[in-house]
């Protein structure tokens, strides 16, 4: 026979968790600390949206590496964005803050102003280089004196291979920015450093109806622009690349008396973008080139470097990488790692230099794959227990306080900075970002209430809702919150400070642009244009 157990008249549980005895309340212990913490983020993640999804959430004690919180922490899943992580770091490690990229142009030393032979623009992978950059190689030439190249121009990216594209990028995805094709010699399309492609500025013209105006950085006929866009009383402007050809077509209104707007496409073969703006460099800076146009070539050893041009030291590069979430100048950190290293600059060697530079701070190659350098790849395969690992281990490293200090800050930069404003997590959470349809992730570090330097590691996937944000930062203000005092309630009471969406606006919305100061739903914000955060 079961028994039964009988609660007199005199004494009874109430809802709230206290005990009642003979009228008098007599308030339960709530746990605190580690367990509160660990019962808060527990309801965080009852969240309806992640419902047969898949969630690894990690919480470790960033100077002993102790665990305060595991749910799926083993799991292996797609990271986004916060692939950036391992490629920041590996870079920082094997190449160190002070690695430059150089662009030179190569050949026999001028007689009489004219360079016998061909001459090679040889490029090592720099995602930063701009126009000006090569009008000002042009213009070094011109100062010592050149005025024939009585050759051929040929372009050398035989640094890196002829793949342009990770494996599993979509397809819908390759005219956009983050999925720019990866060459060792490029250009960019401004001080953002969006490699590999153009920006198409969309301007009103002089009256209502009037076609709208379009300038290109860089300037370059390589890309051949169809413009059916007007000018009109509202700004709703398309413009997309054909997926097979540079050909970008831009449509729809621009708003008479404002500025315009912009988007930015990446092209195909951006070698050849470059070659054909270096071109009309020489040419504007009077030089002539008497041959022709010449790809894939390496330069001969022996020969002169002409002009020179290095780039900003990976030590200020990393804050261009990790801030926006900037996907071009990852994928060339990924595939110089392997050139650097092994002479070759493929996604294979990339994927061995970053293993072997992150092993020594605790990342265990084994249960995880590294297919690119950005994340874009579905391809990449990363638990929440081997970032957090990482975020741990670097912090010994000589080079932790430029990767640190890269990272966006809650509530004030990079693709942070508009989330998490005013919660304990608000300028004290330091985080990488990950956004792709049905992925969301964000690592890091914070703060806890007793000063105690924690990193947490939330990897989300498989979900079909537009955006689980709001749940990573709520878990974000918790680990921010955390205290060996702190009761659960009080832990959710920060939290509850993030807005939940409505979930049946989030069923009903379809996947649109964000009005201007939103944040978008399923992108990085640095990826709109113009950017939301």
Known sequence: MKKRTLVSSAVALTAAGAIT???????QAQETGDEALAAAIDAILADARLTDSQAGVVV???????TLYDRNGAKRAIPGSNDKLLTTAAALQALGGDFTYTTDVIGDRPVDGVVSGDVYLRGEGDPTVLEADYDQLAADLAAAGVTTIDGDLVADDTAFDAVRSGAEWGWSDLQYTYAAEITALNIASGDDYQ??????????????????????????????IVNTAT??????????????????????TVKSGTSGTYATRAVIEPTQLVADVFADSLADAGITVTGGVRFGETAPQGDEVLASHASAPLSELTVDVLKPSNASMAEALFKTLGYVKSGKGTFASGKAATYAALTPYGVDNG???VADGSGISRHNMLTADAISDLLVGARNASWFDTWYDALPIACKDGTLASRMCSTPAADNVRAKTGSMTSVSALSGYATDADGR????SIVLNDFLYSTVKDIEDKIAVAVSSHSTATTEAEISTFSSEIDTPDLEELEAEAEELPAEGEMPASLECSWYEPAVC
Request: charged share 20%; hydrophobic share 40%.
């Open 21 to 27: 005895f003979a009228g008098t309340v007599v308030a």
């Open 60 to 66: 470790k004690d960033a100077e002993t590496g102790e």
């Open 195 to 224: 490699a590999g492609s153009v920006r198409v500025f969309v301007k009103p013209g002089a009256s209502a109806g009037a076609p709208a105006v379009i300038t290109t950085v860089p300037a370059t006929d390589y890309v051949e």
């Open 231 to 252: 000018t009109g009383t509202t700004t709703n402007v398309v413009v997309n690349r054909d997926p097979h050809d540079n050909v970008i077509r831009v449509s729809g």
């Open 367 to 369: 249960p995880i794959r």
């Open 453 to 456: 330097e924690l990193v947490f």
